[in-house]
């Protein structure tokens, strides 16, 4: 975001930092375009949404490359709520190059690339419901906010002249169940990683973020992305993580609160399933049924290749082996489901 003008920030302060202004563009976008949008409530939508650092990215890109979706990209940035009147105003905006995103983990990202941007949605409309300074909590909207998100779904489809819509948004493990629900012919995909790989590379993003400027730490808090980092506020799910972010032990302990919730909610949700990160990376087979699953042509993975191991820094061996263990119980029935 160093490369962002003044202009760039100013419209960016505007659209996400500005409630009034947000809402009322919102509603000029749905009174100027919904009635010419394509339905969207019983569409077979694909939504990725786990813990940060599991692979959400590359699975949302590898189903996006399929040309079969529609999704929010950072083109549609900062007027997320308002696509198909931005992408009018915004037609003579010079396009920027592709560049490493500032994660450092290889991913290239132009102004066409798909991102997690529909979260503005939720925290415009359901902030004080959620979101609280000492984390984030699972929350159920109520039946006008879901009946809202999914107009905004119709908008982007017809933005992007689709008629699915594939979001990843790890914050939608806030609400996964509720969106379950609204939308059962959706499919709601999971991915899991192994967790002591996961915690390291959530403890590693951690540090790197830790002293963002202050339009980048504004930025991550109008997406309402507190992942890691200086904005970082833990989701609060069962045994919340404790102590010192700045350890293993803290990120084992939210991989332990996060994957035991969402392994209920899979159970409890037949559109939903867990996609184990490493054997999506080591068995062709996995992805191969996944793609049977959503309808999708079966084309080569591109981009999903496995994480190099490194050194584990220093933890908890108990807390570990639990861990271990929900991997274990959880991976078992999500491979057999996905490979039967």
């Known amino acids: 975001m160093a490369d ?34 394509p339905p969207a409530a019983q ?45 009018r105003l915004a037609r003579a905006k010079k396009p920027q190059g592709r560049a490493e995103r500032a994660h450092g983990d290889g991913i ?56 699915r819509y594939l979001a990843k948004n790890n914050n939608n493990i806030l609400r996964l169940r509720p969106l379950a629900r609204a939308l059962p012919a959706s499919l709601f995909l999971v991915p899991m990683r192994a967790p002591l790989q996961h915690a390291q590379s959530l403890l590693a993003q951690h540090r790197r973020f830790l002293t963002p400027d202050p339009f980048t730490a504004q930025y991550m808090t109008w ?52 996609v184990p990160y490493e054997d999506l990376c080591a068995d062709p087979r996995v992805w191969q049924s996944l793609t049977r699953a959503l309808g999708t042509p079966a084309a080569a993975m591109t981009e999903i290749h496995s994480r190099d191991s490194r050194l584990v820094p220093d933890h908890d061996p108990a807390l570990a082996n639990r861990a271990l263990a929900l991997y274990d119980q959880l991976r078992t029935p999500a491979l057999a489901r996905l490979l039967a």
């Open 108 to 163: 290239v990202v132009d102004v066409n690339s798909p991102e997690a941007l529909d979260e503005v949605y939720w925290r415009l409309f359901c902030a004080t419901d959620y979101i609280a300074p000492d984390g984030l909590s699972p929350h159920d909207p109520d039946q006008d906010r879901i009946d809202g998100y999914i107009d905004l779904i119709r908008l982007i489809l017809r933005r992007t002249g689709k008629l």
């Open 4 to 37: 962002y003008s003044a202009l760039d920030k100013f419209l960016h302060r505007l659209a996400l930092g500005t409630p009034a202004i947000a809402e009322m563009l919102h509603d000029l976008e749905r009174g100027l375009y919904l009635k010419s949008s």
């Open 223 to 274: 997406l309402a992305h507190h992942e890691f980092g200086a904005t970082h506020r833990p989701f609060l799910f069962g045994d919340r993580s404790t102590g010192d972010p700045l350890t293993l032990n803290y990120w084992l302990q939210m991989w332990l609160a996060v994957y035991a919730d969402l392994g209920a909610a899979v159970h409890e949700h037949p559109n939903a399933m867990i």
């Open 43 to 87: 569409s077979q939508h694909v939504f990725v949404t786990g813990l940060a650092r599991a692979g959400s990215t590359i699975l949302m890109r590898e189903i996006y490359a399929t040309h079969q979706f529609g999704s929010l990209t950072y083109a549609d940035m900062p007027f997320v709520l308002a696509p198909n009147l931005w992408s």
